[in-house]
């Protein structure tokens, strides 16, 4: 990859932050449903309780397995990414690692570590995609399938299509009688198929 062009998407892939919204939740009384609740309520409970005990026992044990896992793997020559213990658990190392971020201070780092096995060990991953003010822009995208050619457009650029659900049917289908019967419609011939809705502590 040219250098410019590498620092051209270097700089494009910076993340944005976040905005943070407010929102006013109204609350309904069903007295019919405090049952439901209160399981719902006990069972968050215990999950949060058993998740909080896995991770004090995860804390023990995950840094011990490892330790004997890559003992393991360097006494038999080979690489085992489960271990079981004690007959009872199985312990997994992934290759899965957080990605991280192409500076050069990053890659200048990861080189004095590793050295000339940089290439063999890191690969810089290059993820493009167009953002909807360049797709609605025809001059634009005109401008870009003459200069790869339209023989070509496949083989540069992944391109999938769907079609998405606006705010406005979402809104229009709770505030809205007639939106609601045309969503029915749609949602009974499993066309439009909305998430699960959550319920997390108030």
């Known amino acids: 990859m040219a250098k410019g062009i590498g620092k051209l998407l270097k700089k494009a892939a910076k993340k944005k932050a976040p905005s943070k919204s407010k929102s006013k939740t109204p609350?309904?009384?069903r007295d019919d449903l405090d049952e439901a609740v209160e399981k719902w309520l006990e069972a968050d409970k215990m999950a949060k309780d058993g998740k909080a005990l896995k991770e004090q026992a995860e804390a023990v044990l995950l840094p011990e397995i490892e330790d004997e896992r890559v003992k393991k793997c360097r006494e038999d020559g080979e690489h085992h990414s489960s271990?079981?213990?004690n007959g009872k658990?199985?312990?997994s190392a992934r290759n899965s690692y957080?990605?991280?971020?192409?500076t050069e201070e990053n890659e200048e780092t990861l080189r004095e570590s590793v050295g000339d096995r940089f290439d063999e060990f890191f690969k810089e991953k290059t993820a493009v995609a167009l953002k909807p003010s360049l797709l609605d822009d025809e001059e634009a995208m005109t401008k870009i399938i003459e200069a790869v050619g339209e023989e070509n457009f496949e083989r540069f650029f992944d391109v999938k299509q769907h079609i998405e659900v606006t705010e406005a049917f979402h809104k229009g289908r709770a505030t809205n009688p007639k939106v609601a019967e045309q969503y029915e419609t749609l949602a009974d011939e499993g066309l439009v198929k909305p998430s699960k809705n959550s319920v997390k502590r108030a």
């Open 98 to 102: 957080s990605k991280i971020d192409a």
């Open 89 to 91: 658990v199985t312990v």
């Open 83 to 85: 271990v079981k213990v």
């Open 27 to 29: 609350t309904v009384q």
